[in-house]
């Protein structure tokens, strides 16, 4: 009886709730809980009072949001109208036809406003499948207070020698601070992002132009060896477990002389709320070894595509419209201050005067220029991306490569047997593959 | 002396006994502390334990932000609906291996459990088709049958084990009184085993409720039950533990409470076979 009860309940309410969706339009959106994305979400409101479109959230972790997009585009499931996807996933998925062509925005739109790098990113063959939410590179964040006592001055554009004198001056064991702290936690979009671009900062890559991994060669144990000796001389302990959000903590409790991450950073370390070093935080681009013209740094965009198999393609672009237009960035600058705004997708913002006085603007609109995903390394390769290779095999491999090197930061294997492994892993993959 | 040598061990058997419980239910007490404190306090180093300015901010902007009660529902609507199915479906399948096997019955029980070696993830794209064709994606109904097929070799496996427990002599004797098929496993078999069968309802309804892959791979808005209100407050930048502990929290605590309610009712169940 009880479960009669239970399935008439549940049928009921599936019907009722089918009912009201077909009278108004509502789209579903699939995002990841990021501070800017969340923001976004208040102001929905706001889009449904101007267009009388509904907008419903599904709000997931990365991993998962990436699982079940992914799942739902590849079987045409027609569960959301918009996905949250990355620079990844955008190029290879508009290539196979999964996603719809941002080629009819509206004038009013300004698509040139979009900062080149992140338009070239996010496009495939020329064509825009995504807009834009947020975007950001790498840079370095370090204590200017640190580095005034080691009587040090970082410079706008350092080297890698020069950070890791830096973080020699500035370890401090006796009082818990740790020169510098990077990421090293195993995952292509973690430990492999930092790694791969530390990699293009020495002159390695991935692949060379016929696709053959190229971990044998000089400039990639030069790399993991400068990388492996900074952190286990100058940073905390266990950093093969540490990510973003760990390597935040530290640095937030004054913990790192340095850190080298995410240019959304900048806004977190530099809240007095959370950080107990917000008025002693300077900026820098990502360093490169000297005489190598390529910066550790990596382009990354969060942005909005629409699946091909919606059935409100209309009323999701014009979402996506809003979302990531400039009046957009106005609402939330007005209402919260500019430091709020969602960075780095529009040239537009940094030509703002009211922006470029928030202390991070320019470093960080310098680095994404300072990025370019077509040539992201010294000697050509045949892909596109700066932290990953554009190609659906790439998060797999380097899942796994990365997994590898961390086992050499642990100790348990050297770097040349890491290498080793790596570029035994990377061509059974690609040779599987057909490439 | 012989009774002092009792007393010692029966202390050294509590204080062991409450340590190891200590130590499962740390994490939990962990959780629960951080959803009271600020973000920065949640990351302090060393970790602040009570000494802190409790808060219910964190609570206050997780239910600002989500609609708690609609994946509270969804969650009791899944969890005991797959439950109660499972049960209706286990007890005759149980009754009949326990009473009549045949030569097959311990094949088929092992089979049944062999279904759980399978990772979820191997059959995740024909289960997503068939959702797909039949237009149960994002459907409690969907999740109500996946969860039951998932836990209903446990659930015949326990019920099988009770039943096991109560003589066939009883239910001869019914028979004998006249009692048909139905009469016998309704109003015969089930009231004697009804420790069992509540044990094995409260277990599966614990294991419905957490279940998180199917629940956040075949759902979106509608069926979303409490694993996907945890999964929207975890952050891969930004650091929002004390959020994300207040929304573990809330999704803990209905079957925390109903764990703490039932739990003679669990641990006789549970151990119904072991005493008789």
């Given at each position: 009886m009880s479960l009669k009860r239970v399935l008439g309940a549940s049928t009921a309410l599936t019907l009722i709730a089918g009912a009201s969706l077909a009278q108004d339009t509502t789209i579903t959106i699939a995002t990841v809980n990021n501070g800017d994305m969340i923001r976004m979400q208040g102001y929905t409101d706001q889009f449904t009072a101007e267009t009388g479109i509904g907008v419903e959230w599904v709000t997931l972790e990365e991993n998962v949001l990436r699982q079940r997009v992914t799942t739902d585009i590849t079987t045409n499931g027609g569960q959301f109208d918009i996905m949250t996807i990355g620079m990844y996933e955008t190029p290879i998925w508009g290539a196979n036809g999964w996603l719809v062509p941002l080629d009819g925005l509206s004038e009013d739109y300004d698509v040139d406003d979009i900062l080149p790098a992140m338009r070239d990113g996010l496009s495939h063959d020329g064509t825009l499948y995504a807009a834009p939410f947020y975007g950001e590179s790498s840079m370095v964040m370090y204590r200017t207070d640190l580095m005034e006592k080691a009587g040090l001055e970082m410079p706008h554009a350092p080297t890698w020698q020069f950070i890791r004198e830096a973080a020699a001056a500035m370890d401090d064991p006796d009082a818990g601070i740790n020169g510098i702290c990077l990421r090293g936690k195993p995952g292509w979009g973690e430990g492999g992002a930092f790694i791969t671009v530390t990699g293009n900062s020495f002159g390695a890559r991935w692949f060379d132009e016929d696709w053959t991994p190229q971990f044998d060669q000089p400039e990639w144990a030069e790399a993991l060896n400068f990388y492996v000796n900074l952190m286990n001389d100058y940073g905390p302990d266990g950093y093969e477990n540490n990510g973003f959000n760990e390597n935040l903590s530290l640095f937030q409790q004054g913990l790192c002389g340095m850190w080298i991450d995410a240019t959304v950073a900048a806004?977190?370390?530099?809240?007095?709320?959370?950080?107990?070093?917000?008025?002693?935080?300077?900026?820098?681009?990502?360093?490169?070894?000297?005489?190598?013209?390529?910066?550790a740094n990596w382009l990354w965009a969060w942005a909005l595509a629409i699946p091909a198999g919606t059935q409100q393609a209309d009323a999701a672009q014009t979402f996506i419209e809003w979302a990531t237009s400039t009046d957009y960035i106005e609402l939330v600058a007005e209402n919260e201050g500019w430091a709020n705004v969602p960075p780095g997708a529009r040239s537009s913002l940094y030509e703002n005067p009211d922006y470029i006085a928030v202390p991070f603007a320019q470093t960080t609109l310098d680095s994404i220029n300072a990025a370019d995903p077509t040539n992201p390394t010294v000697d050509p390769v045949p892909y596109v991306g700066i932290q990953f290779a554009a190609i659906p095999e790439f998060a797999g491999i380097a899942t796994e490569v990365s997994q590898e090197f961390a086992a050499a930061y642990a100790g348990q294997q050297t770097v040349e047997e890491a290498l080793e492994k790596a570029q035994a892993i990377t061509t059974e993959a690609m040779e599987a593959a057909g490439y | 002396m012989a009774r002092a040598v009792t007393t010692r061990r029966k202390a050294l058997n509590t204080a062991i006994a409450w340590t190891i419980g200590l130590l499962i239910f740390f994490p939990i007490l962990w959780t629960i502390l951080t959803s009271f404190k600020t973000e920065a306090v949640a990351i302090a180093n060393p970790p602040v334990f009570l000494n802190f300015d409790w808060t219910l901010e964190n609570y206050r902007v997780v239910m600002e932000r989500s609609d708690y009660m609609r994946f509270l529902w969804n969650s009791v609507i899944i969890a005991g609906g797959s439950t109660v199915l499972g049960v209706i479906i286990a007890v005759p399948a149980a009754w009949s291996m326990a009473f009549v096997p045949s030569r097959r019955t311990k094949d088929i029980l092992l089979w049944m459990l062999s279904t759980k070696m399978l990772p979820a993830v191997g059959v995740l794209y024909p289960i997503y088709l068939l959702c797909i064709q039949l237009?149960?994606?994002?459907?409690r109904i969907a999740l109500v049958v996946i969860l039951m097929l998932i836990n209903l070799p446990i659930i015949v496996w326990m019920l099988y084990t009770y039943f096991r427990e109560i003589p066939g002599e009883i239910l001869e004797a019914?028979?004998?009184?006249?009692?048909?098929?139905?009469?016998?496993?309704?109003?015969?078999?089930?009231?004697?085993?009804v420790p069992g069968i509540a044990s094995t309802l409260l277990l599966n309804f614990i294991l419905a409720w957490n279940e998180a892959f199917w629940t956040l791979n075949l759902t979106s808005v509608d069926a979303a039950p409490l694993t996907a209100f945890i999964a929207s407050y975890s952050s891969p930048e930004g650091l929002f533990f004390a959020k994300l502990s207040a929304a573990s929290t809330m999704a803990i605590a209905p079957i925390l409470i109903l764990g703490w309610f039932s739990q003679k009712q669990l641990v006789r169940g549970l151990t119904f076979g072991a005493v008789k």
């Open positions: 806004s977190f370390v530099t809240n007095p709320d959370d950080s107990e070093v917000a008025d002693s935080v300077g900026f820098a681009l990502a360093p490169n070894s000297e005489g190598v013209d390529r910066k | 237009g149960l994606l994002d459907s019914a028979r004998m009184d006249g009692a048909s098929l139905k009469d016998e496993i309704l109003y015969v078999l089930t009231p004697m085993a």
